[in-house]
């Protein structure tokens, strides 16, 4: 059972471009939305998070955009590069017996064409 | 400044054959993960632990046997390998503070061929 549905698997974008990463949940239990980046060869490393009692979050280039009621949550790239180029995994995290269980989606592979 | 290492790097083992992976984290943190990576598949749990001396079942725990005798160190086994767990294999630690929640770093990973 896929708890939280991430798509596309892959996107192609030329530079500049804004690539955009969906993710939908069912469990209305989570509460906390991190997006992890895997470049080749390394682990995942936390790029941002976000909490469902704000609609956006911003860093950089990057922004969270969370809808709680459909239970969407998306992540944009603004001016892509091709330094970007990487999988990107959602997830989603729900206290469960004191421990924050964290759910991955499958991941989108990014590729940015210069 | 070393984070979260996994020996090894990389391992064929034949059908049958049993080893034993590493993790090693310097962060003091009280939370480990094991995580199996295939392709189209993300990130799968396998096993974690909330402490020294305490293991739990994830999400594809069949195959493996873990252990966290001091707290700094995970181990994932496998005890007969078979070719359905060749994959990629992370681990990772946490700690939970407040908002944060769970922030997970993560190591290098293991590729594993199981002939």
């Known amino acids: ?114 | 400044n070393a984070g979260v290492t996994q020996t090894p790097k990389f391992r064929v083992l034949k059908t049958g054959q049993s080893m034993t992976l590493l993790c090693a984290q310097d962060m003091n943190h009280e939370y480990m993960y094991w995580y199996r990576q295939d392709p189209g598949m993300g990130l799968r749990l396998i096993h974690y632990s909330v402490g020294e001396g305490t293991t739990a079942k994830g999400e594809v725990p069949d195959g493996y046997n873990v252990s966290r005798l001091k707290k700094q160190n995970f181990l994932l086994g496998l005890e007969s390998a078979a070719p359905s767990q060749t994959s990629v294999y992370f681990c990772a630690s946490s700690y939970v503070e407040g908002v944060a929640k769970n922030i997970q770093y993560f190591g290098a990973g293991t590729r594993l061929s199981v002939l």
């Not at chain 1, 936390?46 to 469902?52: G, M, S, V």
């Not at chain 1, 924050?100 to 064409?113: A, S, Y």
Request: aromatic share 12%.
């Open chain 1, 1 to 114: 059972q896929q708890q939280v549905k991430q798509s596309p698997q892959s996107l192609i974008v030329q530079k500049g471009g804004i690539p955009i990463i969906n993710c939908a949940y069912e469990n209305t239990a989570f509460d906390y939305f991190p997006w992890y980046q895997q470049f080749p060869g390394k682990g995942p490393a936390l790029l941002i998070a976000i909490r469902p009692d704000v609609s956006e979050k911003k860093e950089g280039r990057f922004t969270i955009s969370f809808n709680k009621s459909a239970k969407q949550f998306s992540l944009h790239i603004m001016d892509s590069q091709p330094g970007d180029s990487a999988t990107y995994f959602c997830a989603a995290g729900r206290d469960s017996g004191g421990y924050q269980k964290v759910t991955f989606g499958t991941g989108t592979k990014l590729q940015v064409i210069p």
